[in-house]
């Protein structure tokens, strides 16, 4: 029984350039959020999306931006990236409606140079 | 928005002894608490969770206390062993139509001293 995956497992980029990660949820999850952890730090709610539909938005910027498609695996994308934006990027898979047990990925680890 | 402070941010306990994590909680309408263990280098870890409709819940060595009134949550973890060292992140959520995005505190580093 495959868990939540994510790809890339690690990426570096420079600043001003764009960045597109990828997460497939456990197999029956229909919700998928994003998370930022800075290293030392929690997890910082980006995103959640439920049945395609955007359902949530953290305190982040335009520059960040989500979609899930009909097989209920997720992109998020980053634009204009910056040297803040460095950190391990979570995505989290949960069944949605009143259960919300929420089963992470084990990231993807962007450094902006 | 919610705000989840978390305390202490680090906790040094002998092996055996009992370990307390304590969290507080800014939005009445959060209703669901899980805490997570996560591993230098490792992914996040559902250890535990409690709704708001139930005051305690115990797993084994784990436990999780929930007071509404104050607003606060606690993990309990009893006859602590050397791979109980991580880090622990308490969060809260509101649950309904799909939207449960978390807060998470920041964390508290267990130690424990063999």
């Known amino acids: 029984d495959a868990g939540v995956t994510q790809s890339p497992t690690h990426l570096i980029k420079t600043r001003g350039q764009h960045v597109t990660l990828r997460c497939s949820p456990i197999?029956?999850?229909?919700?998928v959020s994003w998370y930022q952890q800075v290293l030392g730090q929690g997890p910082q709610f980006i995103f959640q999306?439920?049945?395609?539909?955007?359902?949530g938005r953290g305190n982040f910027p335009d520059r960040f931006s989500a979609r899930q498609f009909p097989n209920y695996s997720s992109e998020l994308n980053v634009n204009a990236l910056l040297l803040g934006d460095s950190a391990l990027y979570l995505c989290?898979?949960?069944?949605?409606?009143?259960?919300?047990?929420?089963?992470f990925g084990q990231g993807t680890r962007l450094t902006v140079v | 928005g919610e705000n989840v402070e978390q305390h202490p941010s680090t906790l040094s306990v002998q092996e055996g002894d009992s370990a307390v994590i304590k969290c507080t909680y800014s939005?009445?309408?959060?209703?669901?608490f899980p805490w997570y263990k996560q591993e230098l280098g490792k992914r996040p870890q559902l250890i535990i969770d409690?709704?708001?409709?139930?005051g305690e819940k115990k797993d084994q060595r784990i436990a999780v206390t929930l007071n509404k009134t104050a607003k606060h949550f606690s993990l309990h973890i009893t006859e602590t062993q050397p791979e109980d060292s991580a880090v622990y992140f308490c969060?809260?959520?509101?649950?309904?139509?799909?939207?449960?995005?978390?807060?998470f505190g920041k964390g508290t580093h267990l130690i424990i001293q063999p």
């Open positions: 999306y439920y049945e395609k539909e955007e359902r």
């Open positions: 409690i709704r708001s409709n139930v």
């Open positions: 989290a898979s949960s069944r949605g409606g009143m259960n919300t047990e929420a089963f």
């Open positions: 969060a809260a959520s509101f649950s309904g139509g799909g939207a449960d995005g978390l807060t």
């Open positions: 939005d009445s309408a959060s209703n669901y």
């Open positions: 197999s029956g999850h229909k919700s």
